[in-house]
């Protein structure tokens, strides 16, 4: 079974629901500060290929950082885009959970029973 990876931001409200839910729950994952521990090029692209939406789902399109890009990043080709997320991770949604499986963007607390479910013997780092 992999690891469930949690990129959070402290001061992010739906990250802090997310870590209470799972604390809560006893649900351990690989916890990374998503601006210090940015993921890189492949994490990025394997969040990517785990989405229904594409970019639609990872992309925080009302954050100040999207709003300040200079150009559409529907015309930007996807190693582009991945580039600048890598540069400015503000342009993420946050929270973002992965087991390598399955993805979860965002407090959703039926996606965190579902994905706790599966995997129960991880530890929460604090």
């Known amino acids: 079974m992999n690891q469930i990876t949690f990129f959070t931001y402290p001061s992010c409200t739906s990250c ?3 870590k209470k ?3 809560e729950n006893e649900v ?3 916890e990374r500060h998503i601006f210090r521990e940015t993921p890189d090029y492949d994490e ?3 969040l990517l290929s785990l989405t229904t939406e594409g970019l ?3 992309l925080a399109t009302r954050s100040q950082s999207f709003k300040a890009l200079d150009r559409d990043v ?3 080709p996807l190693s582009e885009v991945v580039k600048l997320i890598i540069e400015d991770p ?3 949604k946050r929270p973002i959970l992965t ?3 399955s993805l979860i963007v965002g407090y959703n607390p039926e996606g965190l029973r579902s994905l706790s479910n599966k995997k129960q013997a991880y530890k929460l780092s604090s």
């Open 99 to 101: 087991d390598g499986k």
């Open 74 to 76: 529907e015309d930007l």
């Open 56 to 58: 639609d789902e990872l």
């Open 21 to 23: 839910w799972l604390k």
């Open 16 to 18: 802090r629901k997310t």
């Open 90 to 92: 503000k342009l993420l």
């Open 44 to 46: 990025l692209m394997n």
């Open 28 to 30: 351990n994952v690989n």
